[in-house]
């Protein structure tokens, strides 16, 4: 069994594959302020409660991969690595490490390590040339060349820290339920707020991914070559009103995560 850990500013997603097929998956809160023993209690007490896995911490697991956008954390998962893990072979996504996808930026060691996994399973599931919309804390866009080269993107404030903006900022607003309104045209103000949140984020989708998709079919190309995936946690409630996505593939980090473990290992 192979665990995949991908930790976010936000959220951390957690999933195990058997083979190429995830057979289990975890959400829990991101706190930059637990500790590598907390976080091998955390994980021992979701892995145990499989099947597949024995009761000690480790039993079953062959092999770790991890990326992560809060370097905090990812120092405590080190060492929970390094104590708790000692045997498994474990990859950390980080500079030097092995992804096949080129990263054509003016500094590559500046783009999040989520941002290159997810167009690491996007050219694998997929090819390019390809938008990834990652609807996170941040939403984000990333563009992937025909050639399967990381070209760059797109960052955008993400739903949730719209929502908290405007419950805020808005002397006569507060925080709202991520729900879809009945009618576009709010009949109150916690509606108007989502129609807003919900219609204004899909048209943003919208608009983006049309203008990345024209740069990256260059001219005389085709935008509609390019294939548009959306993943994260938020991206559901976008799905049915963005026009342009093409696929929904709600684990691609996890599963970029295990294309990267399987480059690396067959590398030493």
Same mark, same amino acid.
């Given at each position: 069994?192979? #665990?995949?850990?991908?930790v976010?500013?936000? &959220?951390?997603?957690?999933?195990?594959?058997?083979g190429?097929?995830?057979?289990? &998956?975890?959400?829990?809160?991101?706190d930059?302020?637990?500790?590598?023993?907390?976080?091998a209690?955390l994980?021992?007490?979701?892995?145990?409660? &499989?099947p597949?896995?024995?009761?000690?911490?480790?039993?079953?697991?062959?092999?770790?991969?991890?990326?992560?956008?809060?370097?905090?954390?990812?120092?405590?998962l080190?060492?929970?690595?390094?104590?708790?893990?000692?045997d498994v072979?474990?990859?950390?996504?980080?500079p030097?490490?092995?992804?096949?996808v080129?990263?054509?930026?003016?500094?590559?060691k500046?783009?999040?390590?989520?941002?290159?996994i997810?167009?690491?399973?996007?050219?694998?599931?997929?090819?390019?040339?390809?938008?990834v919309?990652?609807?996170?804390?941040?939403?984000t866009?990333d563009?992937?060349?025909?050639?399967g080269?990381?070209?760059?993107?797109?960052?955008?404030?993400g739903?949730?820290?719209?929502?908290?903006a405007l419950?805020v900022?808005?002397?006569?607003?507060?925080?709202?339920?991520?729900a879809?309104?009945?009618s576009?045209?709010?009949?109150?103000?916690?509606?108007?707020?989502?129609?807003?949140i919900?219609?204004?984020f899909a048209?943003?989708?919208?608009?983006?991914?049309?203008?990345?998709?024209?740069?990256?079919?260059?001219?005389?190309?085709?935008?509609?070559?390019?294939?548009v995936?959306?993943?994260?946690? #938020?991206?559901?409630?976008?799905?049915?009103?963005?026009?342009?996505?093409?696929? &929904?593939e709600?684990?691609?980090?996890?599963?970029?995560?295990?294309?990267?473990y399987?480059?690396?290992m067959?590398?030493?």
């Open positions: 069994m192979l #665990l995949t850990i991908d976010g500013n936000t &959220h951390t997603v957690l999933g195990l594959f058997d190429e097929e995830i057979v289990e &998956h975890w959400r829990i809160s991101t930059a302020r637990r500790t590598a023993d907390e976080l209690v994980l021992n007490g979701l892995m145990g409660m &499989h597949l896995l024995g009761e000690e911490l480790g039993d079953g697991i062959d092999g770790i991969a991890i990326c992560s956008t809060v370097p905090s954390v990812l120092h405590e080190r060492e929970v690595t390094r104590r708790y893990y000692g072979p474990a990859v950390l996504v980080e030097g490490i092995k992804t096949g080129p990263i054509l930026m003016d500094n590559p500046e783009v999040g390590a989520d941002r290159i997810n167009a690491v399973a996007a050219v694998e599931l997929y090819g390019g040339p390809a938008v919309v990652d609807f996170g804390t941040a939403t866009f563009a992937v060349s025909a050639r080269e990381y070209t760059g993107g797109v960052i955008a404030p739903i949730e820290i719209s929502v908290e419950g900022r808005g002397a006569q607003l507060r925080k709202i339920e991520l879809r309104p009945r576009v045209i709010g009949k109150n103000t916690v509606e108007a707020m989502q129609s807003g919900l219609y204004g048209g943003q989708v919208d608009g983006v991914v049309q203008r990345m998709a024209r740069e990256l079919a260059g001219p005389g190309g085709d935008p509609d070559d390019v294939t995936i959306a993943t994260g946690g #938020l991206a559901p409630m976008v799905l049915g009103e963005a026009s342009v996505i093409d696929e &929904h709600p684990w691609l980090t996890l599963i970029g995560l295990r294309l990267v399987e480059r690396n067959s590398r030493s």
